[in-house]
């Protein structure tokens, strides 16, 4: 059975950091493109990152450039985003998801599979 699990998220002051984890079960990232996506309350999911382990390839958006960092482990079939210098609007839940072939990273109707998402709550 596929299926991501996500964890790490919490409550964390501004400038603080947090590490979120994807751990993938029922197949091996080796061979998909994985994301990270957030929704903010009464707001459209945005993508965050993806990670090509086959490709080597990574992208971030613009608003989290230089902040956040993505990286797999693949012994541990597991895909983490580092988040640092986080700010109020990066609160979101976010969801990792996995795609075999996708041609905008951004898009989140090119994931096939979706985690249940992990809230991130960056407040004073």
């Known amino acids: 059975q596929v299926q991501l699990v996500e964890s790490g998220g919490g409550l964390v002051q501004p400038g603080g950091s947090l590490r979120l984890s994807c751990a993938a079960h029922g197949f091996t990232i080796d061979y998909y493109a994985i994301g990270w996506f957030r929704q903010a309350p009464g707001k459209e999911r945005e993508g965050v990152s993806s990670?090509?382990?086959?490709?080597?390839?990574?992208n971030y958006a613009d608003s989290v450039k230089g902040r956040f960092t993505i990286s797999r482990d693949n012994a541990k079939n597991t895909v983490y985003l580092q988040m640092s210098s986080l700010k109020p609007e990066d609160t979101a839940v976010y969801y990792c998801a996995a795609t075999v072939m996708g041609s905008d990273w951004s898009n989140a109707y090119e994931y096939e599979y979706w985690g249940r998402g992990t809230q991130v709550t960056v407040s004073s």
């Open positions: 990670i090509s382990v086959m490709y080597g390839t990574t």
